[in-house]
């Protein structure tokens, strides 16, 4: 066992409005499986590559140990997997990489086999099993469920498990649940490390969210209870102050010497109670520091003329002579939440092509009502790039509401004026994911819409779905936001 120390470290990129990390202080015990978190931009894989030594930073990172990055870079493609590894691990031993291939279910021919012929979830398993081929280092592994489906995560995270001295970045609640054992947390304004999975780490969050609440509304009424005071105190200075010259008939003299030495020491109490409430904003200001914003969002689908959308009926789909799926039957009405479940490979995203109009060759019946207005959310989101207003105009939705649910989903200003190429990959999804909830459809379609976005916005994107029960088709791998929000589960 040893420690990473990690002792005012202060980051911030070159022409940034503001540092990333500011006197950050923290320790981490090399045989930790602990889980990265926190909402997407916040710095997760920043602070990877500070670790890896890639940027200049102010303060120290203290370490015994090497650092190892996942996913590795493979530059040729085309060669076989064995070669490939080869140049990740050089001095391997044949029989452990079997023994890790054997543990996460890869057969021994896929080493025999181009890289870029495998498919994505084997890619990810051969680099994984390569990756903890690495000796006497603590690995990095970088949100490695991305291509994974709802089976091959379940199998990586038993494989995680039975490892330690790691960081593991996931938004994957049940993934992280079931391979960590300490959580690290990228909050508002700091750095927690605590004790536990996921599960354990959201009860402490909404525990001490609750708490910074109440104790927030304390503070507003004894601000307005001070201001109140503040006020009453000083318009009776002003009052007494007002006696010192009396009335212009009366006649009768006072003693302006008394009166003002009361007014003054009231308005001393007055001055010392405004005091007093200024303290109190200024101590309210640093309340709230690490709550999440999760506002409610708002969409309103279109209602459809009739109460069935589409229909597919012993559907089968081909690639040439290849059957990707087959005798598929199910039926999408208003209201249904479906979720399309199966392998990698098994023609979910085929089945979402054809109902949104692609050319698909295929048998079997399939109906779908007439202008029917779809809302489609794609897995690629490289194309993106430009500012957020030229890509509002482009889309033909409305500007305000589209940058309301971005800020709602944790985008800040500064984002606003960026290019979308230099957004993260959990950014750019909820550009993707904003601009389907500002459309005005019947039907929305997500294809694996979760990919790279933080956990707290899967629970804010829950909730919207849950509240306003949208007709939507959804691929996604992310086991919990399944089994929260299917209405209908369609499995290939």
Request: charged share 25%.
């Amino acid at each position: 066992m040893s420690l990473i120390s990690i002792t005012n470290l202060t980051f911030g990129y070159d022409g940034s409005y503001d540092n990333v990390f500011e006197n950050v202080s923290f320790q981490i015990d090399t045989d930790w499986k602990l889980g990265f978190t926190g909402r997407n931009g916040r710095g997760k894989t920043t602070f990877l590559n500070l670790l890896l030594g890639k940027y200049e930073y102010s303060g120290t990172i203290a370490a015994n140990v090497r650092f190892e990055y996942f996913p590795f870079q493979v530059e040729n493609k085309e060669q076989n997997t064995l070669d490939v590894i080869s140049a990740i691990v050089p001095d391997y031993l044949h029989w452990e990489l079997m023994r890790e291939l054997s543990f996460l279910q890869v057969s021994e021919d896929v080493l025999y086999r181009p890289f870029d012929s495998l498919s994505h979830g084997e890619q990810t398993k051969v680099l994984l099993a390569a990756l903890f081929l690495k000796e006497n280092s603590f690995l990095l592994i970088d949100e490695p469920t991305n291509h994974l489906d709802m089976e091959a995560r379940k199998l990586v995270s038993d494989y995680l498990n039975t490892k330690s001295g790691f960081i593991l970045v996931s938004h994957d609640r049940s993934f992280l649940d079931n391979c960590v054992d300490h959580l690290l947390s990228i909050n508002k304004t700091n750095i927690e490390i605590q004790k536990g999975n996921f599960s354990s780490w959201w009860e402490n969050k909404k525990r001490q969210d609750t708490f910074e609440f109440a104790e927030n509304e304390k503070l507003k009424k004894d601000i307005s209870r001070l201001a109140d005071s503040a006020k009453r105190t000083n318009g009776w200075s002003n009052e007494v102050e007002k006696t010192k010259y009396g009335t212009r008939n009366s006649g009768s003299k006072v003693d302006k010497g008394y009166i003002g030495h009361k007014s003054a020491k009231m308005m001393k109490r007055s001055k010392s109670i405004e005091k007093r409430q200024q303290s109190a904003i200024d101590e309210k200001s640093k309340l709230l520091k690490n709550i999440e914003r999760s506002d409610s969002l708002k969409i309103s689908q279109l209602n459809y003329h009739s109460t069935r959308l589409a229909e597919l009926e012993n559907v089968s789909i081909f690639y040439g002579e290849k059957v990707i799926c087959q005798e598929i039957n199910f039926t999408i009405d208003q209201g249904d939440r479906i979720a399309l479940l199966g392998k990698n490979g098994s023609g979910k995203s085929s089945i979402i092509k054809l109902i949104c109009g692609e050319e698909i060759n295929y048998t079997g019946t399939f109906r779908k009502g007439s202008q029917l207005k779809i809302s489609y959310v794609s897995q690629d989101t490289s194309y993106l790039q430009g500012n957020l207003t030229d890509y509002a105009v482009a889309n033909e939705i409305d500007e305000s509401l589209f940058k309301a649910i971005l800020r709602k989903l944790d985008f800040s200003r500064v984002q606003f004026k960026k290019d979308m190429a230099s957004f993260s990959g959990g950014q750019k999804k909820k550009v993707l994911i904003a601009k389907s909830l500002c459309q005005k459809v019947h039907l929305h379609i997500w294809d694996e819409p979760l990919n790279f976005i933080d956990v707290i916005s899967r629970l804010q994107i829950e909730e919207l779905l849950l509240e306003y029960s949208p007709t939507i088709l959804f691929v996604e791998h992310d086991s919990e936001f399944c089994k929260n929000i299917a209405t209908k589960t369609i499995e290939l």
